[in-house]
């Protein structure tokens, strides 16, 4: 069946750095755009990035310049880099896989940025 992991969350201080993994199983990755979505509490989930099928990449302003997406189709998996962390920035990221006739999600890992 298909499964989206998210792993690399955790507790970082503010100007830190975290690097979040999707691994995924159960479909055709190389098919797939990929993207990495966050909801902090109270709040509605938002777009963060996404790295389509071709390689062409897209980043919400709030992290552009800070945070880096990138996938290892032989690997079926999705990188998140997140540099120069932000309080704001404290979320459970999701990784989510799309193609016009199908979404997947992952279960979320916890990002906390807090000193």
């Known amino acids: 069946q298909v499964q989206l992991v998210e792993s690399g969350g955790g507790l970082v201080q503010p100007g830190g750095s975290l690097r979040l993994s999707c691994a995924a199983s159960g479909f055709t990755f190389s098919n797939y755009h990929m993207s990495w979505y966050r909801q902090a509490p109270g709040k509605e989930r938002e777009f963060v990035a996404t790295i389509k099928n071709n390689g062409a990449i897209n980043y919400a302003d709030s992290v552009k310049g800070r945070f880096t997406i990138s996938r290892d189709n032989a690997k079926k998996m999705v990188y998140l880099q997140m540099n120069s962390l932000k309080s704001e920035d404290t979320a459970v990221y999701y990784c989510?896989?799309?193609?016009?006739?199908?979404?997947?999600w992952g279960q979320g890992t916890q990002v906390t940025v807090s000193s």
């Open positions: 989510n896989a799309w193609t016009s006739f199908y979404d997947y």
